[in-house]
């Protein structure tokens, strides 16, 4: 058993666990929201250490990652649970799972992991991804750590439900983030998350204070987060505080889950991209099976070329555009 970090005992046997803004205060015996963290003996207990669902070779675009290392092959690491209860999550089989009750996790170590992708020469590192992978934040940070010592890059993909501490730590350790900004209303992130919108963007603005890359990406519902008013509102939110520069992925939805609701029309798809840039200079199209090219703000010209998940560098010249000289915002 792997005790915790970030929690408050209440008492000899009651603890409040600090990591993210649902604060859980816990009696012997119970676990967390995230389905991952439990009250021990009077001890808060990181159930999910070591306990992974999956470890794969992916694209590093398919996290979705653009703007970093592009082109690159990623270690990505999924394991059980999630602080959040999205009845449309496209990963319900292990987000909404119980680490208890998972009977086909396999236990391993940082030092794996980081022999893994060195063994595999993977140059996009390790990302931590597929569940919610801040409730396993001391097994990251253990392994965050190690990967800086050898060199290799490391991402998270996070709903950004994190408290300020415990996510001022991990930013010290980690390379890239891509959040998910799943909409600009509270309304939403009360009735389908069982969160709340301001800590989320509390996120986005500390990683964007930092030295850590950001990406954002934002899952278009059909009839459910696809008022246009608010997705504006929202562009114009990440443009002030995160820069104009942060990519954005606008990722089309498709029915998983408790929810039916048709996949997103492509054309809605489009148009959304189109609104957002207006205001932001790298917005992509996500989930469509379409090219999702990085192109030039200043002259149109394509710098990186994709197509699925195969990628081309065309029009740079170290990180400037080699027909404009302007200054493209890429981690390679």
């Given amino acids: 058993m792997h005790e915790a970090q970030f929690y408050n005992k209440i008492s000899s046997t009651h603890?409040?666990?600090?990591?993210?803004?649902?604060?859980?205060?816990?009696?012997?015996?119970?676990?967390?929201v995230c389905k991952a963290r439990k009250n021990i003996d009077g001890k808060l207990i990181n159930l999910g250490y070591g306990q992974f669902s999956a470890a794969a070779s992916d694209p590093i675009?398919?996290?979705?990652?653009?703007?970093?290392?592009?082109?690159?092959?990623?270690?990505?690491i999924g394991g059980y649970g999630c602080n959040f209860r999205c009845n449309f999550c496209q990963n319900h089989s292990i987000s909404q799972a119980f680490v208890e009750q998972t009977a086909k996790s396999h236990t391993v170590q940082p030092k794996q992991l980081v022999e893994e992708a060195l063994n595999q020469q993977l140059k996009g590192g390790i990302a931590f991804t597929y569940n919610e992978p801040i409730i396993n934040i001391e097994f990251m940070i253990e392994t965050l750590k190690l990967a800086k010592y050898h060199n290799l890059p490391t991402s998270v993909v996070s709903n950004g439900y994190i408290n300020p501490r415990p996510l001022a730590e991990l930013i010290e350790h980690t390379d890239a983030f891509n959040i998910d900004l799943k909409a600009f209303t509270n309304h939403f992130y009360q009735k389908y998350t069982g969160g709340s919108l301001a800590p989320v963007l509390n996120a986005i603005q500390q990683i964007s204070d930092s030295n850590s890359h950001l990406e954002i990406t934002h899952l278009l519902i059909t009839d459910t987060n696809d008022s246009i008013a608010d997705f504006e509102a929202m562009c114009k939110w990440i443009a002030l505080h995160a820069g104009k520069n942060t990519p954005l992925h606008v990722s089309r939805y498709f029915p998983r889950y408790k929810y039916a609701h048709d996949a997103t029309n492509i054309t809605k798809i489009h148009n959304f991209v189109?609104?957002?840039?207006?205001?932001?200079?790298?917005?992509y199209a996500g989930n469509t099976g379409e090219e999702a090219n990085t192109v030039c703000p200043n002259c149109d010209k394509i710098i990186i070329e994709r197509n699925g998940y195969s990628v081309k560098t065309l029009g740079l010249n170290g990180k400037k555009c080699l027909n404009c000289n302007t200054e493209i915002p890429l981690i390679l």
């Fill in 61 to 76: 675009e398919k996290k979705p990652l653009y703007h970093f290392h592009p082109g690159t092959e990623v270690l990505s």
């Fill in 274 to 283: 189109a609104k957002a840039n207006e205001t932001l200079n790298y917005v």
């Fill in 15 to 32: 603890v409040q666990c600090m990591l993210c803004p649902h604060t859980c205060e816990l009696k012997p015996g119970e676990t967390g």
